[in-house]
């Protein structure tokens, strides 16, 4: 059974920092591309940032040069560093399989809120 787990949200000041991880298992997880995902009130949901499984990344504009992804295949592990935080990146951050996710995968995902 196929399990991603992210956490690391939560509360923070607008310009601040947040580091979000997502451990998965029942998978091989080196094999796969992984991507992070968000979703804020009365929106849909939208790529963030993904990596592939030989580390190449990628990443929307709206959070180019403020966000990195990593992967720690050991660890079965993906990460998004987010810096300079905004009110507008508030939302719901999930993790799933890139390019294309699968929707049984998706876990609850991790809260993110940046008050200004």
């Known amino acids: 059974q196929v399990q991603l787990v992210e956490s690391g949200g939560g509360l923070v000041q607008s310009g601040g920092s947040l580091r979000l991880s997502c451990a998965a298992s029942?998978?091989?997880?080196?094999?796969?591309?992984m991507g992070w995902y968000r979703q804020a009130p009365g929106k849909q949901r939208e790529s963030v940032a993904n990596i592939t499984s030989d580390g190449r990344t990628n990443y929307a504009d709206s959070v180019k040069g403020r966000f990195t992804i990593s992967r720690d295949n050991a660890k079965n592990t993906v990460y998004l560093q987010m810096n300079s935080l905004k009110p507008e990146d508030t939302a719901v951050y999930y993790c799933n399989i890139d390019p294309t996710p699968v929707i049984g995968y998706w876990g609850q995902g991790t809260q993110v809120t940046v008050s200004s």
């Open positions: 029942g998978i091989i997880f080196s094999f796969y591309g």
